[in-house]
């Protein structure tokens, strides 16, 4: 069982930054590919990154390459998403996820959630 918890999130002005974390419990943290989605009012939820258990392997959202960088510190069981030149429209709930196995870009895929945190992007 892993618990994830989501922190970092909240207002910021277009062209600004924001670090997300997500802290997890459990002792094999590095066994896991984490993964960052998020979710806008009226949407469904989407893929924005992914890191693979040992963090040689990332993936990006086509929407999101270039601004953002995920990355992990197995030894502190975190996961961060660096983001930086935001815009209106990356305004969202922002969730981590976990997976064993290697890194996917599709939420079915993950087995555990947190519980989310807002990122407010505004014009």
């Known amino acids: 069982q892993v618990q994830l918890v989501e922190s970092g999130g909240g207002l910021v002005q277009a062209g600004g930054s924001l670090r997300l974390s997500c802290a997890a419990s459990?002792?094999?943290?590095?066994?896991?590919?984490m993964g960052w989605f998020r979710q806008a009012p009226g949407k469904e939820r989407e893929f924005v990154a992914v890191?693979?258990?040992?963090?040689?392997?990332?993936l990006y959202a086509d929407s999101v390459k270039g601004r953002f960088t995920i990355s992990r510190d197995n030894a502190k069981n975190t996961v961060y998403l660096q983001m930086n030149s935001l815009k209106p429209e990356d305004t969202a709930v922002y969730y981590c996820?976990?997976?064993?196995?290697?890194?996917?870009?599709?939420?079915?895929?993950?087995?555990?959630w947190g519980q989310g945190t807002q990122v407010t992007v505004s014009s």
């Open positions: 890191i693979s258990g040992r963090g040689g392997s990332t």
């Open positions: 996820a976990a997976r064993q196995g290697p890194p996917r870009g599709v939420s079915y895929e993950y087995n555990y």
């Open positions: 459990g002792r094999t943290f590095s066994s896991y590919a």
